[in-house]
């Protein structure tokens, strides 16, 4: 059974940091591409930021340079740092695995957590 569990979500003041972590099970973790979205109220999931197998990170273009995406295989682990957080960062953030071999998809989602920044 895979299993995605985000934690580290909560209330901070804008201006602070926070990280949220993605502990995965069920899966083989180094094989797969981990990604971090989120969803504020209203509004569509969007794409915050992937890392590779490889380690190839990737981020929307309006989140770089404050947000830094992880991994630690190890662990089985993902990692978000946000910094200088903002109210519009205010959201629903899913960790995301996908992996493509072929024609096949995997692609798993965890529960989220919320976080919000309070002005």
């Known amino acids: 059974q895979v299993q995605l569990v985000e934690s580290g979500g909560g209330l901070v003041h804008a201006g602070e940091s926070q990280r949220l972590s993605c502990a995965a099970s069920?899966?083989?973790?180094?094989?797969?591409?981990m990604g971090w979205y989120r969803q504020a109220p209203g509004k569509q999931r969007e794409l915050v930021a992937t890392i590779t197998d490889g380690g190839t990170t990737t981020y929307a273009d309006s989140l770089k340079g404050r947000f830094t995406i992880s991994r630690d295989n190890a662990k089985n682990t993902v990692y978000l740092q946000m910094n200088s957080l903002e109210s519009e960062d205010t959201a629903v953030y899913y960790c995301?695995?996908?992996?493509?071999?072929?024609?096949?998809?995997?692609?798993?989602w965890g529960q989220g957590t919320q976080v919000t920044v309070s002005s």
């Open positions: 069920g899966i083989r973790f180094p094989t797969y591409t």
């Open positions: 995301n695995a996908k992996r493509r071999i072929l024609l096949t998809t995997s692609d798993f």
